[in-house]
């Protein structure tokens, strides 16, 4: 596929998986590295002098490793961009039909505050938790944001010219095994639904509908590390879901508002606990049910509130599963077709040799 692209592919900075892994492995030693200091200064201050210089000594160096620990995180975040596939080399290595992510550039930050994310060092973005529960489909691909230094993590980023934009979506929608759009306001994306809801079968279509942080939380690496922690953080998220649920209902009504005349049949009025919304083959849309952490997982986290506790891997197995399933008969009716023998007669017996032509001397 990657061959025979239609459009201009703008070359992307080469993947350098030894660069990226010195980078991070920069950012691991700058994080431990500080913090054996941090305590070792400490406890020297303390043998030599007194406690209470030692405890003073600990207070005022408390402020320079709270802000130098956001920067080693975020040197840590970029090796891992560095060395994240390209579109480009999954496409040339991966025979598989690609999988298209649609969301808007300004959600590219849009950490995920649920359970399955937390305890990660580096906070977690939605979509990296979609690409990876939909790589069993196919290569996870997405156009990338014009002018960014790495590719974010997730779906692997293609770049092309802007004029070429809709020309490549098109291209990708009408070769994806399926077509995610995390949903949002904005006149591309909005485009770009518009696109798929008249080009893509309708069981490979998914909306996604998230929980969006507040803009303070993520603007803040500590707001977002507390948001995503699996136990302390459960109050900062019960604090925050009134507003992240409010945000996400005006997410959907103006959803419905744009699109119920495009779509076949209407939409549900409300989403309820579901984040996904996919369609059967008549076009019917149909929410996807949230799944819950095990009861163990709840216990031993203290999260009883299971407002964002949804794994995304165990929710997405029925849409992962229609669509291998829809993919796996297709190929099956595509090789019986390629198997059956070309030379029968019209009547149903297999043709003898000199009889192709009839008698007029020309094919039929």
């Not at 359970?115 to 156009?143: C, D, H, K, N, W």
């Not at 779906?155 to 929608?173: G, K």
């Not at 019960?238 to 409010?246: T, Y």
């Not at 959803?255 to 549900?268: E, H, N, T, V």
């Amino acid at each position: 596929m990657a061959n025979t692209l239609p459009f201009e592919v703008v070359p992307a900075r080469p993947r350098r998986p030894f660069v990226g892994w010195l980078t991070s492995a920069g950012g691991w030693l700058a994080v431990y590295g500080m913090a054996c200091l941090w305590f070792v200064l400490f406890g020297a201050a303390m043998e030599s002098y007194s406690e209470l210089i030692g405890l003073l000594v600990f207070v005022a160096l408390a402020p320079a490793v709270v802000g130098a620990f956001p920067w080693c995180i975020r040197l840590i975040a970029k090796g891992r961009r560095i060395r994240a596939p390209r579109a480009l080399d999954l496409l040339l290595s991966d025979p598989r039909p690609p999988v298209l992510l649609l969301r808007s550039f300004q959600d590219d930050d849009l950490i995920d505050p649920s359970f399955p994310a937390t305890s990660q060092t580096v906070p977690v973005r939605y979509e990296s938790r979609l690409a990876a529960a939909l790589r069993t489909l196919g290569p996870v691909i997405a156009l990338g944001r014009p002018g960014e230094p790495e590719p974010e993590l997730g779906a692997a980023r293609l770049y092309v010219e802007d004029a070429d934009w809709q020309d490549a979506v098109q291209y990708f929608m009408d070769r994806a095994a399926a077509v995610v759009a995390i949903v949002a306001e904005s006149q591309g994306l909005w485009w770009e639904i518009e696109v798929a809801i008249q080009r893509v079968r309708s069981e490979r279509l998914l909306l996604f509908f998230p929980f969006p942080a507040p803009a303070k939380v993520l603007g803040s690496f500590w707001r977002s590390a507390f948001l995503q922690d699996p136990l302390w953080g459960k109050w900062l998220r019960r604090k925050a879901v009134p507003g992240m649920e409010a945000d996400r209902g005006e997410r959907y009504q103006q959803f419905r508002a744009r699109f119920s005349d495009s779509l076949k049949y209407p939409l549900p009025e409300r989403l309820g606990r579901s984040r996904f919304v996919h369609f059967d083959r008549a076009g019917g849309p149909q929410l996807l049910p949230p799944r819950s952490p095990s009861l163990i997982v709840r216990l031993l986290t203290l999260n009883f509130r299971e407002t964002l506790d949804v794994p995304f891997s165990r929710e997405l197995r029925p849409f992962v599963a229609k669509v291998a399933l829809d993919h796996l008969s297709v190929s099956l009716r595509f090789a019986l077709h390629a198997d059956r023998p070309k030379n029968r007669n019209p009547v149903g017996g297999v043709a003898r040799r000199g009889e192709h032509a009839s008698s007029s001397g020309r094919r039929r």
